[in-house]
């Protein structure tokens, strides 16, 4: 737009400052653009007036100023030789009987794939459309739709479970949905549902596939309560591992696998589970590629969990890489990180430290490791687990030039 034209300030969107396409009015009786508005409601969680400051709940009415669009559509039509390109006229909000209508579609064979690519278009348009399919109960439909296509044919895939998938990335199953699959008696069996996706071949597309299946289970999980933790299963267990070994997955998908593998690491019998599938050795591996940040946070917290039983430390000896690549990321990504390698090397330092293990630690440099951790400005915690792994082993690695000279040393940090 040229600067020389004076654009009317009642024109302009106090949020976006650009001139207003879809003008509606707020219960404060201050008028915005429709996109920015519900941004701010929807998408960032506001809920006051960014012009009064008074509350503005996401659920108040936000009303349409026909006046007002025209004087700013004839506005344009004005200065269309100035290149000001006329506003054009919105489409109608997205109401809750037009989804129910695309929900009844699905029923019908001819209609289903048309139904569920019209409701994935309706809900990246804008926040005001995801708002009025999730208050349709779009995402608790979708996941029966899914588990509809489960029961009616495990050794294939149904047509629309891809479209299913998508639409459950924009619009995320909420608490309440869960809390109804739960009281339904469902929720195990949806949960088979997405865990036989996991197993499926979908062409192409199957890594994005695959990894919005992820994102739906992990959703589920983490809105569920503990009950639904305690009674996953060894195959979801193995389908997760599968998943990460096979590298069939995004990053997004491998992070939201690893957030589901944590969040069932609380209770025992689950960590044993896990174990049994290999979930230990592709933690590992899952490491050796040099992974980023928050992936290698959440395999070594994953692997604090799964070295505390027996199992889980003899898997993690057996990699032939495992001491090198823990001893690696000390010091090197995150306090965090650093936190749980201690803690897994005390485990091991404990439990399973033969003489082959305490040479090898000396060999990758896990002492070296664990030397400069004391002189770090870690928490005191920390410095004291790698000084009791140092002093415990201390008469094995003390003849060896890698290990500092044992009377000073222990002087210094007593």
């Given at each position: 737009?040229?600067?020389?034209?004076?654009?009317?300030?009642?024109?302009?969107?106090?949020?976006?400052?650009?001139?207003?396409?879809?003008?509606?009015?707020?219960?404060?009786?201050?008028?915005?653009?429709?996109?920015?508005?519900?941004?701010?409601?929807?998408?960032?969680?506001?809920?006051t007036c960014p012009v009064t400051k008074?509350?503005?709940?996401?659920?108040?009415?936000?009303?349409?100023?026909h006046t007002l669009r025209r004087l700013i559509q004839a506005w344009c039509t004005q200065n269309s030789s100035l290149g000001i390109d006329r506003i054009p006229t919105p489409k109608p909000p997205l109401n809750k009987v037009q989804v129910l209508k695309l929900l009844k579609d699905l029923k019908d064979?001819?209609?289903?794939?048309?139904?569920?690519?019209?409701?994935?278009?309706?809900?990246?348009e804008n926040e005001r459309n995801k708002k009025c399919l999730l208050d349709?109960?779009?995402?608790?439909?979708?996941?029966?739709?899914?588990?509809?296509?489960?029961?009616?044919?495990?050794?294939?895939?149904?047509?629309?479970?891809?479209?299913?998938?998508?639409?459950?990335?924009?619009?995320?199953?909420?608490?309440?949905?869960?809390?109804?699959?739960?009281?339904?008696?469902?929720?195990?069996?949806?949960?088979?549902?997405?865990?036989?996706?996991?197993?499926?071949d979908f062409?192409?597309?199957?890594?994005?596939?695959?990894?919005?299946?992820?994102?739906?289970?992990?959703n589920l999980i983490q809105r569920g309560d503990s009950s639904v933790i305690q009674r996953l299963k060894f195959e979801f267990f193995e389908k997760i591992v599968k998943v990460l070994r096979n590298g069939v997955v995004t990053q997004q998908g491998i992070s939201g696998a690893?957030?589901?593998?944590?969040?069932?690491?609380a209770y025992g019998r689950n960590r044993i589970m896990m174990v049994?599938?290999?979930?230990?050795?592709?933690?590992?591996?899952?490491?050796?590629?040099?992974?980023e940040k928050i992936i290698t946070e959440l395999t070594m917290s994953i692997l604090f969990h799964l070295c505390s039983c027996a199992s889980g430390r003899a898997q993690f000896l057996c990699h032939k890489g495992s001491m090198a690549v823990l001893t690696e990321r000390i010091l090197k990504v995150s306090a965090a990180v650093d936190d749980r390698?201690?803690?897994?090397?005390?485990?091991?330092?404990?439990?399973?430290?033969?003489?082959?293990?305490?040479?090898?630690?000396?060999?990758?440099?896990?002492?070296?490791?664990?030397?400069?951790?004391?002189?770090?400005?870690?928490?005191?915690?920390?410095?004291?687990k790698a000084m009791e792994i140092i002093k415990n082993h201390s008469q094995v690695w003390r003849n060896s030039p890698c290990f500092p000279d044992k009377s000073s040393f222990f002087g210094k940090f007593a």
């Open positions: 737009m040229d600067n020389e034209i004076e654009v009317p300030q009642y024109f302009i969107c106090p949020i976006s400052l650009q001139i207003m396409k879809d003008p509606v009015t707020a219960i404060t009786g201050i008028t915005y653009d429709r996109e920015s508005i519900e941004k701010w409601l929807f998408k960032n969680k506001n809920t008074m509350p503005l709940p996401n659920d108040s009415d936000l009303t349409p100023n064979p001819r209609l289903k794939i048309k139904s569920l690519r019209q409701l994935e278009l309706l809900a990246t349709s109960g779009v995402p608790k439909a979708m996941i029966m739709f899914m588990l509809d296509c489960y029961k009616k044919g495990i050794n294939q895939i149904g047509e629309g479970i891809e479209e299913a998938l998508s639409l459950l990335q924009f619009v995320k199953v909420s608490s309440e949905d869960v809390k109804i699959l739960m009281s339904e008696n469902v929720f195990d069996l949806v949960l088979d549902s997405l865990t036989w996706l996991l197993g499926c062409s192409e597309n199957s890594a994005t596939v695959k990894s919005q299946a992820v994102l739906v289970i992990k690893l957030k589901v593998l944590l969040s069932a690491c049994e599938c290999g979930a230990v050795f592709e933690m590992i591996e899952i490491e050796m590629r040099t992974p390698a201690i803690i897994i090397l005390s485990l091991i330092s404990k439990f399973s430290a033969t003489n082959l293990v305490l040479q090898e630690m000396l060999k990758v440099g896990t002492v070296a490791k664990l030397c400069l951790v004391l002189q770090s400005d870690h928490a005191k915690y920390i410095k004291e």
